[in-house]
Each structure stands twice: as structure tokens, then as C-alpha cells.
């Protein structure tokens, strides 16, 4: 008898083949915005959060409580030995590199020409096994420990047109308040992932950068690379329980920072909203196919009811056409969202395309590309969610079709 069901189901389907792909199509269509939107804020935060980690905080950050990257350091906010500290964090268990740096408001001053910037003061090597910006000098070359020279963030170079070789002025403030201005070479250029590392970003090594502020062997930070995001808690427990440990300080795990993830919570509610047209786009196309089809076949349903079928036989009956209009659909929007999705995971959006030299802050970390993601429970449970829709939607124009009366239904055409 299902097998009966199915096959008119499939007959009639197809006898208005124009108005069932119609109705499928604006329901596959909203099931894929739905999921490559999904996609998208997926690979972001993913991105994000590798951008952050990778050139920007490291895993853990060890500071002082009172201190701040938005003014001059004091001394009582430095750390007082920060290569001790260092060294003591990397011997830990689970603790793959730690590296000290000296971070200060600046500016560099090329000519008659001043940008604001924050000065960076790294150990070049052990920067290096902590944050990969090494990997992306695009000009030049990366620090080496001494030498008076600094690397810049691509947008610096490019907005005061500085190449390797060439000279510039940096100009801050020492911990003691006195202004001091430093003259250095430009060793290299860096083009990251991380915006901010590219367009405010100048890197000088911590001992130049601790003579200059007149710091000693002081540092703002202790980052800190983890073997596993996991270890994190464990890691912190351990650095509290150091001799060097002080009471002042405090231990900052990178999700601390990584306020995109709010925002990505935030964007996920319009997710919803998409999810909502899907509601009503499926909800709107069902119920327009099954009255017209009821409509259209007033005549077939009483002879129907002649044959025998009763009002639970030919409510089943539209509702299976319902369902076939959603599993339609949410079939086509699959196919849809996973040829846009590989691309976006393959391939991602340009985003200099849309912004130029990224001067938009978009929210999160990500430079250059954004990436998709895929989401499986997401693409599953859409099509779920339209199959549900479309058959709840066909419920009541089916009952409709049911409660016809056969002897007026005979009458008829």
C-alpha cells in the first residue's frame, strides 16, 4: 500500500513538474545561504583564532595586572627578568617554547612623515619558535639579537614607502618619562594573516628595545606556545607554582583576547534569521502546491473516496507530496551549498578584492582570505529542518483536501 502512496505521490509530482521545482528551488535556496553563511563564520572563527594564537598571543600570556599596550610601561608593571621567566616556562612539562617581549606605544617618524605604531621588543630566536611572523617576511630579512634594526608591518612600509636598507626614527618614551628617539635601519618587511601585525606592528630586538625605554632586562609579556590548547589550564597552574611567581602578575589564556568570538555569536543570530526565511519560504511554497494541486484534482479526490479511501488516506496522500517537495528541495540545496562550500574552503574570498588595503576592520583577525568550513550536523540538520517545514506545511491544506465532500467533488468539472 506505501509503495501505492509513493507512486502517486511521484505522478503528481511530476505531472506539475514546473511548480514542484519551483517550490524546491526556493527551498533548496534558502537551505543553502543558510549553510554556506554557516560555512563562513565557521572558517572565521577558525582563522581567527589561528591568527591570534600564531602571531598575536601565543597560547598563554604571562603579564603584570596593572599593565596596559595602549600606554608607556612603568617599571612597576614590567616583569622584572622576563628571559629568567622564559627560560623557567619552557623547562615546564607540556611547554613547547616561551619567549619574553617588550611591547610600547611609539611613533615612526620618516622625513616629515609620523605613524603611530606599537613597538614590539622580541628575542629573535625564541620569537621565533612561539609566533611564525618569521615565516612571513616578504622583504628583507627577519632580527637578529643586537643589531639596530627593525622589521616592519607591510602597511607601515607601504603608507611611509620604506624598503629594507632604509632609515627611520622611532620615537617613545622610557619607563622613567623622559622622550627618547632612536634612529634604525629597516631590515625587513613582514605581509601576515593578522591585520593588526601588518598595519601597526614594528618589530626591534629586546635588547635594543629594553636599552631605548631604559626597561633593564624588563619585559611587558611572557608568551607562551602550549604542545596542546588542552594543556592550557595545566600549564597555567604550573607557572603559578614557580619560585620566581609573583602575586602581581597574572596568567591570560588567548581566548581572553579573542573578543571576535563575541561578535561571532552575535552573527550566528542572523544565522538564525536565514534559518528563518527557510521557514517561511518552505512553509509559503507547500501550502501554495497542495491547495492548488487540491484545487486542480477536486475531482480525482472524489473519485478516490468513491474507490474507497478514506479522509486519513488522502491527507497521507498530500502529505507525502509535501514531504517529497521538501526532500526535493533540501536535496538541491545540498548539492548547491557543497559546490559554493568547497569552493570557499578551497579557494575562500579575496577580501582585498572588497576592501583594498584592508583598512575596514571587519571584526576579526583575518587578512587577505577568508576561509569557509564544513559543517556537517549544520548541512544535515538543515535539510532535516526543511523536510520538517515542508511536511508540517502540507498538514493542514491536506485535511483541506480530505474533508471534501465525493458527491460534490464528482459534480464538479
Known amino acids: 500500500m506505501f509503495r501505492f502512496y509513493l507512486g502517486l505521490t511521484a505522478k503528481n509530482l511530476w505531472r506539475q513538474k514546473r511548480r514542484t521545482f519551483l517550490t524546491a528551488g526556493a527551498i533548496a535556496i534558502g537551505i543553502m545561504y543558510f549553510i554556506v553563511f554557516d560555512s563562513l563564520l565557521s572558517g572565521a572563527d577558525r582563522e581567527a583564532v589561528d591568527n591570534m594564537i600564531d602571531f598575536e598571543t601565543g597560547h598563554v600570556q604571562v603579564v603584570s595586572a596593572a599593565a596596559s599596550q595602549d600606554r608607556r610601561p612603568r617599571p612597576e608593571e614590567l616583569l622584572p627578568d622576563g628571559g ?65 634594526g627593525v622589521v616592519l608591518g607591510k602597511r607601515i612600509a607601504d603608507l611611509l614607502e620604506l624598503e629594507p636598507g632604509d632609515m627611520l626614527t622611532i620615537r617613545t618614551q622610557t619607563v622613567g618619562m623622559a622622550f627618547q628617539a632612536v ?29 631605548a625605554l631604559g626597561a633593564g632586562s624588563g619585559a611587558t609579556m611572557v608568551a607562551v606556545r602550549a604542545e596542546s590548547e588542552r594543556d592550557i589550564a595545566g600549564i597555567a597552574d604550573s607557572i603559578r607554582g614557580l ?33 528563518g526565511l527557510v521557514l517561511v519560504i518552505a512553509t509559503i511554497g507547500v501550502v501554495n502546491s497542495i491547495l492548488l494541486s487540491t484545487l486542480e484534482r477536486v475531482r480525482e479526490i472524489g473519485i478516490l473516496k468513491a474507490m474507497g479511501m478514506n479522509e486519513a488516506n488522502i491527507t497521507r496522500l498530500f502529505v507525502l507530496e509535501g514531504c517529497g517537495l521538501g526532500i526535493l528541495g533540501g536535496v538541491l540545496g545540498a548539492i548547491m551549498a557543497i559546490g559554493a562550500n568547497a569552493y570557499l574552503v578551497n579557494v575562500g574570498i579575496n577580501l582585498e578584492m572588497f576592501m583594498g588595503e584592508m583598512d575596514i576592520d571587519i571584526g576579526y583577525p583575518i587578512a587577505q582570505r577568508m576561509f569557509g568550513a564544513w559543517n556537517w550536523p549544520t548541512l544535515f540538520g538543515a535539510i532535516a529542518f526543511g523536510v520538517v517545514v515542508a511536511l508540517a506545511a502540507s498538514y493542514f491544506p491536506a485535511k483541506r483536501a480530505a474533508h471534501l465532500d465525493p458527491v460534490e467533488s464528482l459534480r464538479r468539472v
Open 84 to 148: 629568567d621567566l622564559a627560560r623557567e616556562i619552557s623547562a615546564l612539562p607540556r611547554v613547547k617554547a616561551a619567549t619574553p617581549r617588550l611591547t610600547f606605544p611609539a611613533s615612526v617618524i620618516v622625513g616629515l612623515e609620523e605613524l603611530p605604531i606599537l613597538g614590539v621588543g622580541v628575542d629573535p630566536d625564541l620569537d621565533a619558535r612561539v609566533f611564525r611572523i618569521p615565516e612571513h617576511v616578504t622583504a628583507g630579512r627577519w632580527l637578529r639579537p643586537g643589531e639596530e
Open 183 to 211: 634612529d634604525l635601519t629597516v631590515l625587513g618587511i613582514v605581509s601576515t594573516p593578522h591585520p593588526s601585525v601588518n598595519q601597526a606592528h614594528v618589530f626591534l630586538p629586546l635588547d635594543v628595545a629594553q636599552a
Open 243 to 275: 619560585g620566581m611567581w609573583d602575586a602581581v602578575w597574572e596568567i591570560k589564556p588567548w581566548r581572553e583576547a579573542a573578543t571576535f568570538l563575541a561578535i561571532g555569536a552575535g552573527k550566528r543570530s542572523l544565522g538564525m534569521v536565514f534559518l
